[in-house]
């Protein structure tokens, strides 16, 4: 949701802005998938694979900003 919103802005700048913001969630949801690791909700290994994938995931948006910022 924050990449939609970033990409209907005025600027670049303010699309490479949303894109951290867009990590920036991701990084909190995994924190959130930890606190229900630690309170059984989910397995370790399920907890695992989300890490992996947030981690893969996370460096999706900040490629795109380093792309965009060597355009401006």
């Known amino acids: 949701m924050n990449i939609a919103e970033g990409k209907d802005r005025y600027s670049k700048k303010e699309f490479i802005h949303h894109l951290y913001v867009a990590r920036g ?37 900040t490629s795109l900003a380093n792309s965009i910022k060597k355009s401006l």
Do not use: H
């Open 25 to 61: 969630s991701l990084f909190e949801t995994i924190t959130i998938m930890m606190i229900f690791n630690r309170r059984g909700w989910i397995s370790d290994g399920a907890l695992s694979k989300i890490k992996n994938q947030g981690n893969e995931i996370g460096k999706m948006p």
